[in-house]
């Protein structure tokens, strides 16, 4: 039997039921998260020139635009709304996927309940589902996969999308194993567009086709039951003969749930993962010595991981999407300003003479084993030199956020939320949407709920910076 069905039975055996308190809540969590991210990301050019280029009509679907008043068909919906997920780089992220995950899966998640009927419950359990394909998907192909120069976000998330869209339509176990052999042909992605419109559009482009595999597969659709294992099949074809573990993909499925352990990463700065625990040793600098005047500072040194230097060391960054990953900008920005936030990656603010003052002084560097183990792929150093001579040192063994056993405070992700979501929604219906998220599993009916997104200000302007980005 293939890979495909046997991911199927598990996905198709998968109850309400089986979901832990743990999970219940952590799945809310995700999608408040999601909700917010997208709002933000939903006036991006990433999202808004998909939108153009699809030349949609208003009330062509039952799917809402998020960000706006329009409903287009599930699909179409799915494309935008999970590009506008990805947009500002804050979405949610799995460890074991090293790659974004809630963004996609709620994008179509809730664009396919407004279109084909669910509640609240049934969103719930297909999220759980989908997250745990994907992160366990994760083991069988990485770390070889992502070096590659796959985006698993996409590349491994497309299967995420399916498993979650399929148990949300009730699919059989063989209609939901066709579903994602589907998706050995629809998944893509490549970290050569890293700082461009189209990593974000590659999020979109997971959460529409992970959708249609599932629309296709209910209408009788064939593609070769093997096609994970195949000779010229994804593993093969994606990483290579010898480049992959499939044994480590199925053992331990469930037990417990990857949304309860390790969970979920919850990010607290709007730029790429692979920069905050730089952030947060050179935020932690701050707290202890203050802002840093420019003046003040003679060079500054950054250790990070190697697989994370590779798309994070830009050194000269010159629009604000590369900004996002540039460790030396962000790393400046957290020394000059105290935070890092929305507006340090907006319309010209990677040009702030300032902070490019500052820029040349910052080296980034791959961390050694002697200064973090090799398991350890998030540990940052920062060691800023200062013009009187002397050094100042932070250590980051984890940035907040990265697992549930090292959350992001709740009152943080609140603020974030509200950030966001306030970017396009008025106060009262931010308020609306986190007491609906708060008894999600009660929801009779998602299309009642994403009334409450709709948004007819085209012109609203921007709201207050997050919180999580900001020392105190």
């Not at 956020?401 to 929604?425: M, T």
Request: overall charge negative; glycine content about 8%.
């Amino acid at each position: 039997m293939g890979l495909a069905h046997e991911l199927a039975a598990r996905i198709v055996a998968l109850q309400y039921e089986d979901l832990s308190p743990a999970v219940l809540h952590w799945s809310k969590v995700a999608v408040l998260d999601t909700i917010g991210v997208t709002l933000a990301g939903a006036r991006e050019p990433a999202a808004t020139l998909i939108d153009a280029a699809l030349e949609l009509e208003a009330g062509q679907g039952p799917s809402l635009v998020f960000g706006t008043a329009r409903r287009v068909a599930a699909l179409d919906a799915a494309f935008i709304n999970g590009t506008a997920a990805h947009a500002l780089d804050f979405d949610n992220t799995s460890p074991n996927l090293v790659g974004h995950s809630s963004g996609p899966l709620l994008s179509a998640l809730i664009a396919a309940a407004e279109a084909y009927g669910g509640d609240g419950r049934d969103v719930l359990l297909a999220h759980a589902a989908g997250f745990e394909t994907v992160a366990r998907l994760g083991p069988g192909v990485n770390l070889h996969h992502y070096e590659k120069g796959w985006h698993p976000t996409a590349s491994l998330g497309v299967f995420g999308v399916a498993a979650a869209c399929a148990r949300l339509l009730r699919l059989s176990v063989d209609e939901t194993a066709t579903a994602l052999a589907v998706c050995t042909s629809l998944a893509s992605g490549i970290k050569a567009n890293f700082g461009t419109m189209t990593k974000p559009l590659h999020a979109g482009h997971c959460a529409r086709s992970g959708l249609l595999a599932v629309l296709l597969a209910r209408r009788g659709y064939t593609a070769n039951p093997e096609a994970f294992e195949h000779n010229l099949g994804f593993f093969n074809v994606f990483n290579g003969p010898g480049q992959y573990d499939a044994s480590l993909i199925l053992p331990g499925w469930g037990e417990p749930l990857m949304l309860e352990s390790p969970g979920a990463s919850y990010k607290q700065y709007p730029c790429c993962a692979g920069t905050d625990s730089a952030i947060e040793a050179a935020l932690d600098l701050v707290r202890e010595h203050g802002v840093f005047a420019p003046a003040s500072i003679a060079h500054v040194e950054t250790w990070t991981a190697a697989r994370r230097l590779a798309h994070t060391n830009r050194p000269d960054p010159r629009t604000a999407l590369e900004a996002k990953f540039s460790v030396q900008y962000c790393v400046a920005r957290a020394l000059l300003d105290g935070r890092v936030v929305f507006a340090h990656f907006e319309e010209e603010a990677c040009h702030d003479p300032v902070v490019r003052g500052l820029m040349p002084r910052v080296r980034a560097s791959a961390c050694t084993e002697r200064q973090f183990p090799r398991e350890n792929q998030y540990g940052a150093e920062i060691a800023v030199t200062l013009t009187d001579g002397r050094v100042l040192e932070a250590r980051v063994e984890q940035a907040r956020g990265k697992s549930v056993a090292h959350p992001v405070a709740p009152g943080q992700l609140q603020a974030k939320f509200e950030s966001c979501a306030s970017r396009v929604l008025p106060a009262d219906a931010v308020a609306a949407v986190m007491q609906a998220v708060d008894a999600f599993e009660t929801l009779p009916s998602l299309r009642d709920f994403t009334r409450l997104l709709e948004c007819r200000d085209l012109a609203r302007g921007k709201a207050a910076e997050p919180t999580a980005g900001s020392v105190s």
